[in-house]
Protein backbone atom coordinates (compact mmCIF):
# COMPACT_ATOMS: atom_id res chain seq x y z
CA UNK A 1 0.00 0.00 0.00
CA UNK A 2 1.41 3.34 -0.81
CA UNK A 3 0.83 6.43 1.45
CA UNK A 4 -2.17 8.42 0.71
CA UNK A 5 -1.44 11.87 -0.05
CA UNK A 6 -3.49 15.21 0.43
CA UNK A 7 -3.80 14.99 -3.07
CA UNK A 8 -5.04 11.85 -2.95
CA UNK A 9 -8.01 12.51 -0.29
CA UNK A 10 -8.77 15.69 -2.41
CA UNK A 11 -9.73 13.46 -5.15
CA UNK A 12 -11.41 11.19 -2.99
CA UNK A 13 -14.46 13.56 -2.37
CA UNK A 14 -17.36 12.69 -4.16
CA UNK A 15 -16.02 9.37 -5.83
CA UNK A 16 -15.17 7.11 -2.68
CA UNK A 17 -16.17 7.60 0.70
CA UNK A 18 -12.82 8.08 2.85
CA UNK A 19 -12.23 5.11 6.10
CA UNK A 20 -10.33 6.63 9.25
CA UNK A 21 -10.05 5.18 12.20
CA UNK A 22 -8.44 6.17 15.31
CA UNK A 23 -5.12 4.61 16.46
CA UNK A 24 -2.60 4.80 19.50
CA UNK A 25 -1.03 1.77 19.82
CA UNK A 26 1.75 -0.22 17.29
CA UNK A 27 -0.31 -3.47 17.10
CA UNK A 28 -3.27 -1.88 16.45
CA UNK A 29 -2.08 0.35 14.16
CA UNK A 30 -0.38 -2.62 12.34
CA UNK A 31 -3.90 -4.55 11.76
CA UNK A 32 -5.57 -1.15 10.43
CA UNK A 33 -2.71 -0.78 7.72
CA UNK A 34 -2.58 -4.42 7.27
CA UNK A 35 -6.63 -3.93 6.64
CA UNK A 36 -5.79 -1.18 4.35
CA UNK A 37 -7.14 1.73 6.06
CA UNK A 38 -6.24 4.68 4.17
CA UNK A 39 -5.78 7.20 7.13
CA UNK A 40 -5.12 6.73 11.13
CA UNK A 41 -5.87 9.36 13.30
CA UNK A 42 -3.92 9.87 16.64
CA UNK A 43 -6.61 11.61 18.29
CA UNK A 44 -6.84 13.17 21.93
CA UNK A 45 -9.54 10.85 22.71
CA UNK A 46 -6.28 8.68 23.87
CA UNK A 47 -6.63 10.95 27.02
CA UNK A 48 -9.73 9.07 27.61
CA UNK A 49 -10.04 5.71 25.80
CA UNK A 50 -6.12 4.74 26.55
CA UNK A 51 -5.15 6.57 29.80
CA UNK A 52 -8.17 7.00 31.82
CA UNK A 53 -8.61 10.51 32.13
CA UNK A 54 -11.94 12.47 31.93
CA UNK A 55 -11.38 14.29 29.29
CA UNK A 56 -9.20 15.64 26.30
CA UNK A 57 -7.83 18.26 28.38
CA UNK A 58 -5.25 16.59 30.62
CA UNK A 59 -3.38 14.91 27.05
CA UNK A 60 0.02 16.63 26.78
CA UNK A 61 2.56 17.09 23.41
CA UNK A 62 4.72 14.42 25.43
CA UNK A 63 1.36 11.62 25.71
CA UNK A 64 1.13 12.29 21.46
CA UNK A 65 4.29 12.11 20.80
CA UNK A 66 4.93 8.57 22.50
CA UNK A 67 1.37 7.45 20.80
CA UNK A 68 2.50 9.23 17.68
CA UNK A 69 5.50 7.28 17.17
CA UNK A 70 3.99 3.61 18.58
CA UNK A 71 1.32 4.28 15.94
CA UNK A 72 3.98 5.11 12.75
CA UNK A 73 5.95 2.21 13.86
CA UNK A 74 3.09 0.03 13.38
CA UNK A 75 1.79 2.00 10.06
CA UNK A 76 4.62 2.67 8.58
CA UNK A 77 2.77 3.40 4.95
CA UNK A 78 -0.25 4.79 6.14
CA UNK A 79 -1.14 8.57 6.69
CA UNK A 80 -0.99 9.66 9.84
CA UNK A 81 -2.84 12.73 11.57
CA UNK A 82 -2.16 13.65 14.84
CA UNK A 83 -3.99 16.24 17.20
CA UNK A 84 -2.73 19.17 18.73
CA UNK A 85 -3.30 18.75 22.14
CA UNK A 86 -5.55 21.57 24.29
CA UNK A 87 -4.13 25.15 24.05
CA UNK A 88 -0.86 24.15 22.25
CA UNK A 89 -2.10 25.60 19.30
CA UNK A 90 -3.48 28.60 21.17
CA UNK A 91 -1.29 30.83 19.21
CA UNK A 92 0.25 30.60 15.44
CA UNK A 93 4.08 30.32 16.68
CA UNK A 94 2.77 28.11 19.63
CA UNK A 95 1.06 25.92 17.23
CA UNK A 96 3.94 25.91 14.65
CA UNK A 97 6.33 24.44 17.27
CA UNK A 98 3.81 22.21 18.98
CA UNK A 99 2.82 20.95 15.21
CA UNK A 100 6.86 20.32 14.35
CA UNK A 101 7.05 18.03 17.25
CA UNK A 102 3.95 15.69 16.25
CA UNK A 103 5.42 15.33 12.62
CA UNK A 104 9.02 14.97 14.02
CA UNK A 105 7.18 12.18 15.74
CA UNK A 106 5.82 10.53 13.04
CA UNK A 107 2.29 12.37 12.01
CA UNK A 108 1.79 13.53 8.47
CA UNK A 109 -0.61 16.08 9.32
CA UNK A 110 -2.00 17.92 12.03
CA UNK A 111 -5.48 18.22 13.22
CA UNK A 112 -6.76 21.03 15.61
CA UNK A 113 -10.35 22.11 16.96
CA UNK A 114 -12.68 25.37 15.88
CA UNK A 115 -12.38 28.54 14.37
CA UNK A 116 -8.17 29.08 14.98
CA UNK A 117 -8.28 30.51 11.24
CA UNK A 118 -4.82 32.69 12.05
CA UNK A 119 -3.24 29.53 13.38
CA UNK A 120 -4.34 27.31 10.39
CA UNK A 121 -3.03 29.62 7.89
CA UNK A 122 0.65 30.13 10.18
CA UNK A 123 0.74 26.30 10.11
CA UNK A 124 -0.28 25.76 6.19
CA UNK A 125 2.01 28.83 5.11
CA UNK A 126 4.69 26.70 6.72
CA UNK A 127 4.29 23.92 4.72
CA UNK A 128 2.33 21.96 7.02
CA UNK A 129 -0.93 19.98 5.79
CA UNK A 130 -4.19 20.45 8.03
CA UNK A 131 -6.98 19.06 9.31
CA UNK A 132 -10.44 21.23 11.15
CA UNK A 133 -12.87 19.89 13.42
CA UNK A 134 -16.00 21.57 13.72
CA UNK A 135 -19.30 20.83 15.44
CA UNK A 136 -19.00 19.21 18.69
CA UNK A 137 -15.32 20.24 20.28
CA UNK A 138 -14.64 17.84 22.75
CA UNK A 139 -11.26 20.47 23.96
CA UNK A 140 -13.94 23.17 25.00
CA UNK A 141 -17.38 21.74 25.18
CA UNK A 142 -18.92 21.27 28.26
CA UNK A 143 -20.60 18.38 27.68
CA UNK A 144 -21.26 15.82 25.00
CA UNK A 145 -24.49 16.88 23.22
CA UNK A 146 -25.28 17.17 19.60
CA UNK A 147 -24.17 20.55 18.16
CA UNK A 148 -25.97 22.42 15.68
CA UNK A 149 -29.55 22.22 16.51
CA UNK A 150 -30.56 25.82 16.89
CA UNK A 151 -30.42 28.12 14.00
CA UNK A 152 -27.74 30.35 14.93
CA UNK A 153 -25.49 27.11 15.79
CA UNK A 154 -25.79 25.41 12.54
CA UNK A 155 -24.84 28.97 10.53
CA UNK A 156 -21.98 29.56 13.44
CA UNK A 157 -20.65 26.02 12.38
CA UNK A 158 -21.90 26.60 8.74
CA UNK A 159 -19.44 29.57 8.67
CA UNK A 160 -16.34 27.94 10.84
CA UNK A 161 -16.38 25.16 8.02
CA UNK A 162 -15.72 27.48 5.77
CA UNK A 163 -13.22 29.29 7.26
CA UNK A 164 -11.19 26.67 7.65
CA UNK A 165 -11.48 25.77 4.50
CA UNK A 166 -10.72 29.36 3.42
CA UNK A 167 -7.63 29.02 5.69
CA UNK A 168 -5.84 26.22 3.56
CA UNK A 169 -7.01 23.21 5.74
CA UNK A 170 -7.17 19.47 2.97
CA UNK A 171 -9.75 17.70 5.26
CA UNK A 172 -12.51 18.86 7.88
CA UNK A 173 -13.43 16.37 10.50
CA UNK A 174 -17.78 16.96 12.08
CA UNK A 175 -18.14 15.93 15.28
CA UNK A 176 -21.77 15.15 16.86
CA UNK A 177 -24.23 17.61 14.58
CA UNK A 178 -27.06 16.97 12.48
CA UNK A 179 -27.46 14.87 9.57
CA UNK A 180 -28.85 17.68 7.16
CA UNK A 181 -26.36 20.19 8.33
CA UNK A 182 -23.36 18.28 7.58
CA UNK A 183 -24.82 17.25 4.11
CA UNK A 184 -25.42 20.97 3.33
CA UNK A 185 -21.48 21.66 4.45
CA UNK A 186 -20.29 18.29 2.90
CA UNK A 187 -22.20 19.71 -0.52
CA UNK A 188 -20.99 23.33 -0.32
CA UNK A 189 -16.64 22.11 0.41
CA UNK A 190 -14.31 21.98 -1.67
CA UNK A 191 -12.77 19.70 0.81
CA UNK A 192 -13.72 16.11 2.17
CA UNK A 193 -15.59 15.70 5.48
CA UNK A 194 -15.22 13.48 7.72
CA UNK A 195 -18.44 12.51 10.27
CA UNK A 196 -18.40 11.22 13.81
CA UNK A 197 -22.13 10.95 15.10
CA UNK A 198 -22.74 13.56 11.74
CA UNK A 199 -24.36 11.09 9.55
CA UNK A 200 -24.75 9.53 5.98
CA UNK A 201 -23.97 12.47 3.70
CA UNK A 202 -20.25 13.44 5.03
CA UNK A 203 -17.45 12.36 2.23
CA UNK A 204 -15.99 9.44 4.84
CA UNK A 205 -16.55 8.26 8.44
CA UNK A 206 -13.99 8.00 11.60
CA UNK A 207 -14.67 5.98 14.60
CA UNK A 208 -12.81 5.65 17.75
CA UNK A 209 -10.78 2.37 18.08
CA UNK A 210 -12.46 1.37 20.69
CA UNK A 211 -15.54 2.15 20.61
CA UNK A 212 -15.41 0.23 17.25
CA UNK A 213 -13.30 -3.35 19.26
CA UNK A 214 -15.52 -2.57 22.13
CA UNK A 215 -12.56 -2.18 24.17
CA UNK A 216 -14.33 0.45 27.15
CA UNK A 217 -17.24 -0.10 29.13
CA UNK A 218 -18.97 3.32 27.46
CA UNK A 219 -19.66 3.80 24.18
CA UNK A 220 -21.14 6.73 22.33
CA UNK A 221 -24.45 6.38 20.81
CA UNK A 222 -23.38 7.20 17.21
CA UNK A 223 -20.37 4.66 18.10
CA UNK A 224 -20.60 1.15 16.23
CA UNK A 225 -18.92 -2.18 18.08
CA UNK A 226 -17.78 -4.56 15.51
CA UNK A 227 -16.50 -7.03 18.63
CA UNK A 228 -16.63 -7.29 22.08
CA UNK A 229 -12.63 -7.28 23.04
CA UNK A 230 -13.44 -6.17 26.88
CA UNK A 231 -15.41 -9.64 27.09
CA UNK A 232 -12.44 -11.25 25.36
CA UNK A 233 -10.09 -9.55 28.00
CA UNK A 234 -12.06 -11.05 30.53
CA UNK A 235 -12.58 -14.31 29.23
CA UNK A 236 -8.53 -14.89 28.67
CA UNK A 237 -7.80 -13.49 32.20
CA UNK A 238 -10.17 -16.08 33.74
CA UNK A 239 -9.27 -18.58 31.50
CA UNK A 240 -5.49 -17.80 32.78
CA UNK A 241 -5.98 -17.62 36.49
CA UNK A 242 -8.20 -21.31 36.17
CA UNK A 243 -5.41 -22.84 34.28
CA UNK A 244 -2.60 -21.15 36.62
CA UNK A 245 -5.01 -22.28 40.05
CA UNK A 246 -5.28 -26.08 38.79
CA UNK A 247 -1.48 -25.93 37.47
CA UNK A 248 -2.94 -26.59 33.86
CA UNK A 249 -0.39 -24.13 32.88
CA UNK A 250 2.41 -23.84 32.07
CA UNK A 251 2.48 -27.27 31.93
CA UNK A 252 0.07 -27.45 28.94
CA UNK A 253 2.38 -25.40 26.88
CA UNK A 254 5.67 -27.38 27.96
CA UNK A 255 3.84 -30.05 26.51
CA UNK A 256 2.77 -28.78 23.22
CA UNK A 257 6.35 -27.38 22.90
CA UNK A 258 8.11 -30.32 24.40
CA UNK A 259 10.45 -27.56 26.22
CA UNK A 260 11.23 -27.60 29.89
CA UNK A 261 13.24 -24.27 29.37
O1 LIG B 1 -9.52 12.84 19.22
C1 LIG B 1 -10.19 12.13 18.46
O2 LIG B 1 -10.11 10.89 18.46
C2 LIG B 1 -11.12 12.80 17.55
C3 LIG B 1 -12.16 11.95 16.91
C4 LIG B 1 -13.31 11.78 17.84
C5 LIG B 1 -12.56 12.47 15.60
O3 LIG B 1 -11.04 13.96 17.37
Redesign the pocket.
Known sequence: MTKKQVSDFTMMKGSQPITML?AYTCPVARGLQQAGVPVL?V???VGMVEMGFDS?RQVTLEHMEYHIGAVRRGAPDTHIIG?LPYRTDRDPDTALASARRLLAAGADSV?LEGDKYAVIAHLVANGIDVVG?TGLL?QTAKGFAKVGRRAEDAQRIREEAQGIQGAGAFML?M?HMPYDLAGEITAALRIPTIG?GAGPDCDGQ?L?INDALGLGDYWPPFSKQYARVSDSIADVAKAFSREVETREFPNNIIRMTGSRG
Do not use: A, R
Request: charged share 25%.
Open positions: TLGDTTDKHPVEIVV
